[in-house]
């Protein structure tokens, strides 16, 4: 059995799209899925499974949630070993000046083009800052996540592709789960 984390976007958030932690993870345990983790109310859920793609994952569980909740719920989901390994190459380090808290990590759904990414890193953020490898876009947003323009929405109208967020705390714990 392989461990895995999904990163639902967008539940529990303002009294939409809510799903109880619990109820969620009943529907993994009918999917097959064990050893059921949920980490706080946002949607990030550890289990494990038979080894399969995180794409093949991601679309098994979005489908459950449709048909069990009656919700479109983007999920991406990779496993432990990769989220760890995205965690460990964090370009912006507290050695360097940057503050821990304001850190932050958007998984994409894919990889951006090549044009996209030459577009957006020739933008101007000040004083936000970010720098993506591959699928992954690192954030660094000193006056809160909450006040940037880098958030999901940003990045899924620039990319065309699914985006969710979570801080570096968040990322580290899941890792630990």
Same mark, same amino acid.
């Given at each position: /059995? +392989?461990? &895995?984390? $999904?990163? @639902?976007?967008?539940? +529990?958030?303002?009294?939409? +799209?809510?799903?109880?932690? #619990?109820?969620?993870?009943? /529907?993994?345990?009918? !999917?097959?899925?064990?050893?059921?983790?949920?980490?706080?109310?946002?949607? +990030?859920?550890?289990?494990?499974?038979?080894?399969?793609?995180? %794409?093949?994952?991601?679309?098994?569980?979005?489908?459950?949630?449709?048909?069990?909740?009656?919700? #479109?719920?983007?999920?991406?989901?990779?496993?432990?070993?990769?989220?760890?390994?995205? $965690?460990?190459?964090?370009?912006?380090? $507290?050695?360097?000046?940057?503050?821990?808290?304001? =850190?932050?990590?958007? =998984? @994409? $759904?894919?990889?951006?083009?090549? !044009? %996209?990414? *030459?577009? @957006?890193?020739?933008?101007?953020?000040?004083?936000?800052?970010?720098?993506?490898?591959?699928?992954?876009?690192?954030? &660094?947003?000193?006056?809160?996540?909450?006040?940037?323009?880098?958030?999901? %929405?940003?990045?899924? *109208? *620039?990319?065309? @592709?699914? !985006? %969710?967020?979570?801080? =570096?705390?968040?990322?580290?714990? =899941?890792?630990?789960?």
């Amino acid at each position: /059995m +392989n461990k &895995y984390i $999904a990163l @639902l976007r967008g539940i +529990n958030v303002g009294g939409k +799209n809510t799903i109880r932690m #619990a109820d969620l993870t009943t /529907m993994f345990a009918d !999917a097959g899925f064990s050893n059921i983790i949920t980490y706080i109310q946002s949607g +990030n859920i550890v289990f494990e499974s038979q080894p399969e793609t995180e %794409t093949r994952l991601s679309e098994i569980i979005g489908g459950r949630i449709s048909s069990r909740f009656g919700l #479109a719920v983007p999920v991406l989901v990779r496993s432990r070993e990769r989220l760890q390994h995205i $965690a460990d190459q964090l370009p912006f380090q $507290a050695s360097d000046g940057f503050d821990q808290k304001h =850190l932050h990590i958007t =998984l @994409l $759904a894919g990889m951006p083009e090549p !044009a %996209t990414l *030459k577009r @957006l890193n020739a933008g101007d953020f000040h004083p936000d800052r970010f720098h993506i490898v591959e699928d992954v876009v690192y954030l &660094y947003c000193p006056s809160g996540y909450g006040k940037t323009r880098l958030n999901n %929405t940003f990045w899924e *109208k *620039k990319t065309g @592709l699914t !985006a %969710t967020t979570r801080n =570096l705390q968040t990322i580290q714990k =899941l890792c630990t789960l």
